[in-house]
């Protein structure tokens, strides 16, 4: 729609309705697609078609992150999370990023790779020179398994064959089949595919087929993302840019050497992107199998984004893992607050998705090693911890800010104390607290 910002000052501020009128107008929600923001979106009856043994429904905060520009387009990026600092740091670094002209992101076709084993082979290589000279017939019977996809310009784009001589249960050759699934996840066609083609392969090689499914290691279908900050917009009252930057940089080097920061670095990362990929419907378990195989692709766990500073004084940070997202089937469609979080962020390709999440995983770092950087990360995070600490002891409404500021005013953000606070409240003719013993 003409006129959209991803940009409110102050959006946190707001009253809860006043968000949602706001993101409704932004993205033309209707009246009917509003109300599920408030419902939880899914009716038991719908809960009990999409998975087994269904006996009720577990609601997590919908939230949306402000103030993205991706490609030169305005983006509200819709979260479900339950930590607390997450999409206020994210908006923030959304912020920041503004300063540079945004985010800057790619990603590659939608290609997915599926994998046949075959056993009981006696010469590995003659299997898989025999695999290859019938790539047209392995080809016919793929495609054939998925027409709708081929219809949209999908299908097989080729095929690998791996020998592996020597593995505990004995030699044994994979056949990659690499397809492009278009809009969609691809788990379900993959796997499709490869059934189809298991019989053929047994038939070309003489072989025994065992497994014959997907690979959650996407790294045919890689999302990248890029920004540039200058000094002046990382400046802090305490600190200057320059030495923001500078902390950064070297947060980023432990990051490089040390697998056990590594570790706590790509979490960060993925705390933005499992969020967009769990408020879209799709399978956040296959995106972090997928993102953390690929940070250890060279045999040492890596992070999986890259800070550096220019001639220019400026930061820079790149972003690169696979993000195998859809936009059609699955939960994507099915839950009804999936189709909603697609309609906030406007996009119309699977692509575009990846890429949009591919910056918010460049965001949330940038958010994480700014705030290492600076003040801390605990500062934010703990601020918004103890409003969830207030309501663990039963506060509810007003009590519930009351209780947190009082909690971070005496740094002592526990559940005892919290309990303390709220019997004081309750307890008071005035309503407040026992100052004296709060100090």
């Given at each position: 729609?003409?006129?959209?910002?991803?940009?409110?000052?102050?959006?946190?501020?707001?009253?809860?309705?006043?968000?949602?009128?706001?993101?409704?107008?932004?993205?033309?929600?209707?009246?009917?697609?509003?109300?599920?923001?408030?419902?939880?979106?899914?009716?038991?009856?719908?809960?009990?078609?999409?998975v087994?043994?269904?006996?009720?429904?577990?609601?997590?905060?919908?939230?949306?992150?402000?103030?993205?520009?991706?490609?030169?387009?305005?983006?509200?990026i819709?979260?479900?999370?339950?930590?607390?600092?997450v999409v206020?740091?994210?908006?923030?670094?959304?912020?920041?990023?503004?300063a540079?002209?945004?985010?800057?992101?790619?990603?590659?076709e939608?290609i997915?790779?599926?994998q046949?084993?075959?056993?009981?082979?006696?010469d590995?290589?003659?299997?898989?020179?025999?695999?290859e000279?019938q790539?047209?017939?392995?080809?016919?019977?793929?495609?054939?398994?998925?027409?709708?996809i081929?219809?949209?310009g999908?299908g097989?784009?080729?095929?690998?064959?791996?020998?592996?001589?020597?593995t505990?249960?004995g030699?044994?050759l994979v056949?990659?089949?690499?397809?492009?699934?278009?809009?969609?996840?691809?788990?379900?066609?993959?796997?499709?595919?490869?059934?189809?083609?298991?019989?053929l392969i047994?038939?070309?090689?003489?072989g025994?087929?065992?497994?014959?499914?997907l690979?959650?290691?996407?790294?045919?279908?890689r999302?990248?993302?890029?920004?540039?900050?200058?000094?002046e917009?990382?400046?802090?009252?305490?600190?200057?840019?320059?030495?923001?930057?500078q902390?950064i940089?070297?947060?980023?080097?432990l990051?490089?050497?040390?697998?056990?920061?590594?570790?706590?670095h790509?979490?960060?990362?993925?705390n933005?992107?499992?969020?967009?990929?769990?408020?879209?419907?799709?399978?956040?378990?296959?995106?972090e199998?997928?993102?953390?195989?690929?940070?250890?692709?060279?045999?040492?766990y890596?992070?999986l984004?890259?800070?550096?500073?220019?001639?220019?004084?400026?930061?820079?940070?790149?972003?690169?893992?696979?993000?195998?997202?859809?936009i059609?089937?699955?939960?994507t469609?099915a839950?009804?607050?999936?189709?909603?979080?697609?309609?906030?962020?406007?996009?119309?390709?699977?692509?575009e998705?990846?890429?949009?999440?591919a910056?918010?995983g460049?965001?949330?770092?940038?958010?994480?090693?700014?705030a290492?950087?600076?003040?801390?990360i605990?500062?934010?995070h703990?601020?918004?911890?103890?409003?969830?600490?207030?309501?663990?002891?039963?506060?509810?409404?007003q009590?519930?800010?009351?209780?947190a500021?009082?909690?971070?005013a005496?740094?002592?953000i526990?559940?005892?104390r919290?309990?303390?606070?709220?019997?004081?409240?309750?307890?008071?003719a005035?309503?407040?607290?026992?100052?004296?013993r709060a100090?």
């Open positions: 729609m003409s006129g959209r910002t991803s940009r409110y000052p102050g959006f946190y501020r707001l009253p809860l309705e006043a968000r949602v009128r706001w993101v409704a107008e932004q993205a033309g929600l209707t009246p009917e697609e509003q109300a599920l923001l408030s419902n939880g979106g899914l009716t038991l009856e719908e809960a009990d078609h999409l087994e043994n269904v006996i009720g429904r577990f609601a997590l905060p919908f939230a949306v992150a402000v103030n993205f520009l991706i490609n030169g387009r305005e983006i509200l819709p979260m479900v999370i339950e930590e607390p600092s206020a740091a994210l908006s923030h670094a959304a912020r920041l990023a503004r540079g002209g945004g985010f800057h992101a790619g990603s590659d939608p997915m790779r599926g046949i084993q075959v056993m009981d082979l006696p590995l290589p003659a299997a898989a020179r025999a695999i000279e790539i047209e017939a392995i080809r016919t019977t793929a495609e054939a398994a998925t027409p709708s081929v219809a949209r999908g097989f784009r080729g095929l690998e064959t791996i020998l592996f001589p020597d505990p249960a030699p044994m056949v990659h089949l690499l397809y492009d699934v278009r809009d969609a996840m691809g788990a379900n066609a993959v796997n499709t595919v490869c059934e189809a083609v298991a019989p047994a038939r070309i090689t003489g025994r087929v065992v497994l014959r499914i690979s959650n290691l996407a790294d045919r279908r999302a990248w993302a890029e920004v540039r900050i200058p000094p917009a990382l400046e802090t009252p305490d600190f200057p840019g320059d030495l923001v930057i902390g940089l070297e947060a980023q080097a990051a490089e050497v040390d697998p056990y920061r590594a570790a706590t790509n979490k960060g990362i993925m933005g992107i499992d969020a967009v990929a769990l408020a879209t419907g799709n399978d956040w378990r296959a995106i199998a997928g993102a953390h195989a690929y940070a250890a692709r060279n045999g040492q890596r992070p984004t890259r800070w550096w500073r220019d001639e220019g004084g400026a930061l820079h940070g790149r972003i690169e893992l696979p993000l195998a997202v859809g059609v089937g699955g939960a469609q839950h009804p607050l999936a189709r909603v979080a697609l309609k906030i962020l406007g996009v119309s390709s699977a692509r998705l990846a890429e949009i999440m910056a918010v460049l965001a949330q770092n940038l958010a994480a090693l700014r290492l950087a600076t003040e801390g605990q500062r934010g703990m601020e918004l911890h103890a409003r969830q600490i207030a309501m663990a002891a039963g506060a509810a409404g009590e519930i800010d009351r209780i500021q009082q909690l971070v005496e740094r002592n526990r559940l005892a919290a309990r303390e606070l709220l019997q004081e409240l309750r307890g008071s005035t309503g407040g607290f026992d100052q004296e100090e």
